[in-house]
Every structure is written in C-alpha cells, then in structure tokens.
C-alpha cells in the first residue's frame, strides 16, 4: 500500500528548469529521510539531494547552486527544484524515503520519471 510517486520530468534546454516532485501515499505511519537520486544509462545510480526531517539538506557538488530540495511533512512530499539545467543532468530520477508502514521501517523507491536536458 505504501508507494513513492514521481511527476514533474520532461525534456527542457539547457538553461531551463523543472520542477520534481514526490509523494509518499499509503498508510504511512512515520518518514525519515526524503531524497532524490538519478541514474543515466550505462552508469551507477547516484543521490542527488536528500533533507531530513530536521530539516538538513545534502547536494552532491556537481548539483550544488543548481538544485534544491525541501519536503512538505504535511503533505508527505519531497520536491527537487532544479535550474540552468545541464545535458549532463539528463537521467531518470527516482525518489526515495524510509517510511514507516505496518510492516516496519523500509526503504522505498518511486517508479523514477525521465528528465532530458538538450544542448
């Protein structure tokens, strides 16, 4: 029952922006960290951005001025604001969070949505 969803991805030229957002649904009983993450083809899924509940944030340096995170604890969402967009940055970004569920602490991970960055 308890599911990450991400919207938000697109095709932009370099320069632009988008807007990712993610929302935790389900019977959710408690969520610790939120994040974000991208994998490009052929490489190694990489975390992005994460903030936690305090809140505290952490960019990876190839992101850092560029993006930005934050979460809506209310509303059980994570947003990643992401501006002068690079080809570089073209990945599928997956969201991610611990929740808490009936059946305990776990890791989730969204279904990911594209972003393409053309030059």
């Known amino acids: 029952q308890v599911r990450l969803v991400e919207s938000g991805g697109g095709l932009v030229q370099a320069g632009g922006s988008l807007r990712l957002s993610c929302a935790a649904s389900g019977s959710i009983l408690g969520i610790n960290d939120m994040g974000w993450a991208r994998q490009a083809p052929g490489k190694q899924r990489e975390v992005v951005a994460t903030?936690?509940?305090?809140?505290?944030?952490y960019y990876a340096d190839s992101v850092k001025g560029r993006f930005t995170i934050s979460r809506d604890s209310a509303k059980n969402t994570v947003t990643l604001q992401m501006t002068s967009l690079k080809p570089e940055d073209t990945a599928v970004y997956y969201c991610?969070?611990?929740?808490?569920?009936?059946?305990?602490?776990?890791?989730?991970w969204g279904q990911g949505t594209q972003v393409t960055v053309s030059s």
């Open positions: 991610n969070a611990k929740l808490l569920g009936g059946g305990g602490w776990v890791d989730y």
């Open positions: 903030i936690s509940r305090g809140p505290t944030t």
